[in-house]
């Protein structure tokens, strides 16, 4: 037999192997490469057919939201007239019977959208009455939106509610920190809106916790450090000290969900530290309030996007957990507060019929089925004869209430105090001075329910407060060492709403104590707000507004300074300053609100309830 040792065969056929193999491979590298190509391109159809339908859902709510503003005079609309021209937009866009929109891309491009509306039902947190008749003010409308793009589509359906209120905006919101219009102008009180340094601006410094929505017109300053201010013995004024925290946490109502942001100026850290700095300091508490130096060459504060020490300064650094709020850049105008359209709602002059005598010690309880009630004090003419009394209508001094009280209107001259009571104003009342609400306990509480007026100032202290009531306030309020809750009632539980043109002071409640004071309000003020969860305890159920906002808190007990490293593994609930927003606080304002002849002004911007790309 002959042996072949020749290895020319063998490497030829190595060779056609080969080149089959790499053929093979090549084949399907390339039908890959074309799949995926084919694929890409699908996605990103698909992607701009969603993007598409997003512009769709864009386009319908600004529409319609512009139609009824332009249905909206100088002087407003009537309510029924309103509801009348909501009902036709909404049957104008309907899917069925009704005019969709559409529009394109690119023109001729074949990437264009549809958008109409496949659902529309009443808001009935909207009720108005209205000559014994029902009118919804606001609607809960579900937009269909198909965007198309080439061959692919994507169907869109959003709900919105959309509509006007009874309430004002800044209701809607946890934390509102706005700025004054330059069209803010009070013929009756031209110096209404004074020049607020840092106006529209919202200050976190350290572990608050708010639950609910945010509108800050200005800039957002976050740092982990809360602020403690003490009296100086050496120095006249105060000094400011940093106490390590931890970054706020933002969240939505009753959920693990991210709040909303709506921003409309820039988000900072503010990196300095404060070692009792005074007034006297070149960079101190006061300076960084009225921002100062913010925006200004310095190492104080760091704006999102920039670097600190090396470090990219993101949005997700500067809150807890690295849960950033969502932010919708989006700037929503707030109307100012009526004040003079509510003092002649409730306003109550003496007269023949409707004069109380308080006699001597000024003092009254137990009114009840009072009627109208208009304070007066008889005063001596000559030596206290009981015949040569004459009416006091001019006593500017104060009144003591206590007991149970039903008043129709009420209203006086001079101060009122009110203890221990449970007093109703049905149609309101008018306070020209000042008004007290003190010295009440859990066992012998304080009560109130109705719409206040009070031309001086309001302090509630040292009391146990349940109420359904709405202050109107022309000076400044305090509330300190109080608890305050609501009426409970079948559909809903009442809350304190205060609107005041001067300042409001929330402070020294349950200092240095493990449980915080309860406070179920809301709080508005023309002025600036700032609020001390550090060595203060403070949960308010409800929320607040200002034209600058300072919240200065830490987490703990109370029972000492904690580390910011043992402060991280507390949670939310113990944060010395939260804030929850009340979903109750629209509807306490809408039963309470005295309106006898409804008129629309404005319409609210649509607000995004859900969105899916399955059909409801």
Known sequence: MKILNSETGYSLLLTLMLVLLF???????????????????TREKVIQSS??????IELITSQITTELNQSISANGISAADYVNKLNNVVDKYKCIGGMPLTGEANPGAGTDYTVC?????????SLLVVNSTQKYLRKNITFKSIGTSDDKSETLYTTYNIGSTQYPEVLNYAVGAYKAKSDFVDLDDPNRFPIVPGEGNL??????SIEGDLKVDGNLIVSDYGIRRTSNYWIVGYSDYSQASVFPQISAVSSGKKGKLFLGGSMYKFNA???GTTQNSVFN???????TFLDKDNWYYTKVGSKYNGNLITEENLFFDKQAPLNTNKLVNVDPINFKSQLSKVHIKPTATNIYDVGDDRAFSNLDNAGDVYLVEEKCIRKCNNKNKEIELDYGGSFYGTGKNNFNKFGTRGSLVLYSTNTTFKEGAYIEENMYIKNSTEEYPSKIKGIVYVNGDLKIENAHLESDVIFYVEGDVTITESEIYGIPYDDRTGSLIIF????INLSNNSVDKPNPSRIKGYFYSEQAMEIYGVGSNIRIEGGISARRITLNALRGDGKKYYSSNEQLKMSKALSRLNIIYDQDIIKNFSKLDIDTEPWINNISPPVELERSYDAP
């Open 23 to 41: 053929s093979i491979l090549g084949a399907s590298l390339m039908a890959m490469t074309i799949n995926g190509t084919q694929k890409n391109e």
């Open 51 to 56: 993007d598409l339908a997003d512009k769709g």
């Open 117 to 125: 509306i496949s659902k529309s039902v009443d808001d009935l947190d």
């Open 203 to 208: 200050f976190l410094n350290g572990g608050s």
């Open 273 to 275: 530290i404060f070692n």
């Open 285 to 291: 508490y006061d300076k960084h309030l009225n921002s």
């Open 500 to 503: 005041a043109k001067g300042n």
